[in-house]
């Protein structure tokens, strides 16, 4: 009878531990498809924001474009963000790569929680079309249809278009590079009129992509 018991609690033990093996292994997959499908269904609340003009009038404050508290993002944050809540308060339109065929949301200002979901706005009043309208986004390097993670894969030659609002336009992407963190004036109006600019983190969160794109109606 001991030896059936010894036998059952072994088979048990052995059972457990595979079930864990597979957890572990299966983990990093399961997040990647859970946190694809909340990208989509982030999406649409986005499309659910009609008219924003009041929202970002409310939202033009200087400690939303500091980026004072962000912190490096994680799947699982990404996963237990509160969509719903952030679109509603920060979530603005979105921005489309066209070749690629992955929209990502826009949100106003650069705060954590709003970073969480979507590509922030590194200025106040920035507007669709003019002068050089400037975001920033984290990257989950896994899966490129998730916030910024194709940025590091954009070529000269494809098309952007963002949407905010009623208001819409297409770039044609010119430029992309690597910069430090403290080159700020790629983001500043005196780069010129009609610009789009893109920003995320390299791979190993030391830099900086930044890709450029004109405009093209």
């Given at each position: 009878m001991?030896?059936?018991?010894?036998?059952?609690?072994?088979?048990l033990?052995?059972?457990?531990?595979?079930?864990?093996?597979?957890?572990?292994?299966?983990?990093?997959?399961?997040?990647?498809?859970?946190?694809?499908r909340?990208?989509?269904?982030?999406?649409?609340?986005?499309?659910?924001?009609?008219?924003v003009t009041?929202?970002r009038?409310?939202?033009?404050?200087?400690?939303?474009?500091?980026?004072?508290?962000?912190?490096?993002?994680?799947?699982?944050?990404?996963?237990?963000?509160?969509?719903?809540?952030?679109?509603?308060?920060?979530?603005?339109?979105?921005?489309?790569?066209?070749?690629?065929?992955?929209?990502?949301?826009?949100?106003?200002?650069?705060?954590?929680?709003?970073?969480?979901?979507?590509?922030?706005t590194l200025?106040?009043?920035?507007?669709?079309?003019k002068e050089?309208?400037?975001?920033?986004?984290?990257?989950?390097?896994?899966?490129r249809?998730?916030?910024?993670?194709q940025?590091?894969?954009?070529e000269?030659?494809?098309?952007?278009?963002m949407?905010?609002g009623?208001?819409?336009?297409?770039?044609?992407?010119?430029e992309?590079?690597?910069?430090?963190?403290?080159?700020?004036?790629?983001?500043?109006?005196?780069?010129?009129?009609?610009?789009?600019?893109?920003?995320?983190?390299?791979d190993?969160?030391?830099?900086?992509?930044?890709?450029?794109?004109?405009?093209?109606?």
């Amino acid at each position: 009878m001991k030896k059936k018991t010894k036998s059952r609690l072994l088979n048990l033990i052995i059972l457990l531990l595979f079930l864990g093996g597979v957890y572990l292994i299966g983990r990093p997959y399961l997040f990647d498809y859970l946190n694809e499908r909340k990208a989509e269904e982030t999406l649409s609340l986005v499309d659910e924001q009609k008219d924003v003009t009041e929202k970002r009038t409310a939202l033009f404050k200087e400690d939303i474009y500091s980026g004072a508290d962000v912190t490096e993002i994680t799947k699982d944050a990404y996963q237990k963000a509160d969509a719903k809540n952030i679109i509603f308060q920060y979530g603005i339109g979105k921005v489309v790569f066209e070749e690629q065929n992955i929209a990502v949301p826009i949100v106003e200002g650069v705060s954590n929680a709003a970073l969480l979901v979507g590509a922030g706005t590194l200025k106040p009043n920035q507007e669709v079309g003019k002068e050089n309208f400037s975001l920033a986004a984290h990257r989950l390097a896994s899966r490129r249809s998730i916030l910024f993670s194709q940025l590091k894969y954009a070529e000269a030659g494809q098309h952007v278009t963002m949407t905010i609002g009623k208001n819409s336009a297409q770039y044609i992407l010119t430029e992309k590079k690597v910069i430090t963190p403290s080159e700020v004036s790629y983001i500043s109006d005196d780069e010129g009129e009609g610009l789009i600019t893109l920003i995320c983190c390299t791979d190993d969160s030391v830099n900086r992509w930044m890709v450029r794109g004109t405009l093209v109606k």
